[in-house]
């Protein structure tokens, strides 16, 4: 079964606008990660966070980890057309010692001109 | 430096043939991971290779498989394909499992394999 969960299934914004999307992932994590997917073509790492972090920035991005919600949230700000796709959360679990990513079903953004 | 490459990049098979997809890591790496992703289940996790074990599998049954060799390359094989094999393989490599950083997955751009 799929360890995160993204909310919402699809965002559809202007340009210019901000797009936030939320994860939620139910057991204890190393850490969190998100990543692009453009039409159906490989996947892009964007950010990662640790389970001791609660902020990050990258450029237009910014990500929020609460641990024990367990949930986390990707933000992009002065979103543009380029930003269409897909974006999943992944987690790695605690201490499994393994780089395998469980990852969310994702969330489609459209951004619009 | 060179990305990771699935070869090929999309496939067409008839139900019950077996088929053998190939990934090369980016250069030292030595993690590689194949994931199936379909409209229905999403993302999958199949299987992870570090040095030549694996050393973690997913759900999928015992037609699923897959090696690594000594230059880190991979392929993963499926046998008695079925129509519900029909999805985008995808192959990602990472330095693998020592500090957080390391779990950052590259992946290639899928190979897509239809099956009828």
């Known amino acids: 079964s799929q360890q995160g969960e993204e909310d919402p299934q699809a965002l559809s914004i202007q340009e210019g606008e901000n797009a936030t999307m939320n994860c939620s992932y139910k057991?204890?994590?190393?850490?969190l990660q998100w990543y692009r997917q453009n039409s159906g073509r490989g996947l892009v790492h964007l950010i990662l966070?640790?389970?001791?972090?609660r902020e990050k920035h990258s450029g237009r991005l910014r990500v929020t980890l609460d641990t024990s919600k367990k949930s986390s949230s990707l933000l992009i700000t002065a979103s543009r057309a380029a930003d269409t796709a897909s974006y999943f959360c992944?987690?790695?679990?605690?201490?499994?010692?393994?780089?395998?990513?469980?990852f969310g079903k994702g969330t489609m953004l459209l951004v619009s001109p | 430096k060179a990305g990771v490459t699935q070869t090929p990049r999309y496939l067409i098979k008839t139900r019950g043939q077996q088929v053998t997809l190939s990934c090369s890591p980016i250069?030292?790496?030595?993690?590689v991971s194949w994931y199936q992703q379909t409209p229905g289940q999403g993302l999958q996790f199949l299987f992870e290779?570090?040095?030549?074990?694996?050393?973690n599998k997913g759900n999928f049954p015992g037609r699923f498989s897959g090696r690594q060799f000594s230059n880190s390359r991979s392929e993963m094989n499926v046998s008695t394909l079925e129509l519900g094999d029909s999805a985008l393989y995808l192959c990602?490599?990472?330095?693998?499992?020592?500090?957080?950083?390391?779990?950052?997955?590259?992946f290639g751009q899928g190979t897509r394999l239809t099956v009828v």
């Open positions: 990602a490599s990472s330095l693998g499992w020592s500090r957080e950083e390391n779990t950052e997955a590259f």
């Open positions: 057991t204890s994590i190393n850490n």
């Open positions: 966070i640790r389970s001791n972090e």
């Open positions: 992944a987690t790695v679990l605690e201490g499994s010692g393994y780089s395998t990513l469980t």
């Open positions: 250069s030292g790496h030595r993690s």
């Open positions: 290779y570090f040095s030549e074990t694996q050393r």
